[in-house]
């Protein structure tokens, strides 16, 4: 079966560092993806990896480890408008994609 | 930018009636789904459509219908509408059938259903 499995909720400290793992299981894989979403709010798209390896933008990294069907998103420099719910999702052989059930990421002072 | 719009952020229903969720959105985007959001869950495809007038079941259709008419709309359905249907309703769009493209997202509708 197809499956994503990731925390549900994990708590840093602001100005830190906090990594978000995802292991995955999809049938065929085209990519993983992370979205962020906000309390109340629709999510909206982070990254994107189909290959091996970290991709950084700014402050927000993602890994993707496809032997191991994994994945991470790592945040630094914490802000407290970082708190929110991070998704992981793999997309299939059929272009179809397969969500986690979010982490949900506390930010303290 | 990509705009996605649902005609409501929150719906309040009676047991048994039909109800309509309309989602819009305005960058010409091919493939258009809808997933509901439940605490602890994924979230859930119900259906998606990759053209005009096309549709296909996602994992969870029963109780579901939706229309596409045009391109930039499409519409969820709950024919007759039940309390475990209450949860939060998500539409979204993306180009190109069976590419890989981020999927953007309407604002949500929360539905309750009592």
């Known amino acids: 079966g197809q499956n994503i499995d990731q925390p549900t909720e994990m708590t840093a400290t602001e100005g830190a560092i906090v990594q978000i793992n995802c292991t995955y299981q999809t049938s065929g894989f085209n990519g993983l993806f992370w979205y962020q979403q906000h309390a109340g709010e629709a999510p909206t798209f982070l990254s994107y990896n189909v290959l091996d390896g970290l991709e950084e933008k700014g402050r927000f990294s993602s890994f993707l480890s496809r032997s191991k069907g994994y994945s991470y998103l790592l945040l630094k420099e914490l802000q407290m408008k970082d708190s929110a719910s991070y998704l992981c999702?793999?997309?299939?052989?059929?272009?179809?994609?397969?969500w986690g059930a979010g982490t949900k990421l506390i930010i303290k002072p | 930018d990509v705009k996605v719009t649902q005609s409501s952020r929150y719906l309040v229903k009676r047991t048994g009636e039909k109800v309509f969720l309309e989602c819009v959105q305005d960058m010409d985007h091919e493939n258009m789904f809808w997933y509901r959001q439940d605490p602890g869950l994924g979230l859930r495809l119900i259906y998606f459509s990759y053209d005009v007038k096309m549709k296909e079941k996602g994992d969870i259709p029963e109780g579901y219908s939706v229309s596409r008419e045009k391109k930039e709309r499409f519409s969820l359905i709950l024919e007759s509408a039940s309390t475990n249907q209450t949860s939060m309703y998500l539409c979204?769009?993306?180009?190109?059938?069976?590419?890989?493209?981020?999927?953007?997202f309407g604002p949500g509708t929360r539905l309750t259903v009592l």
């Open positions: 999702a793999g997309m299939d052989s059929n272009y179809q994609l397969i």
């Open positions: 979204a769009s993306s180009l190109g059938e069976r590419e890989i493209n981020e999927q953007f």
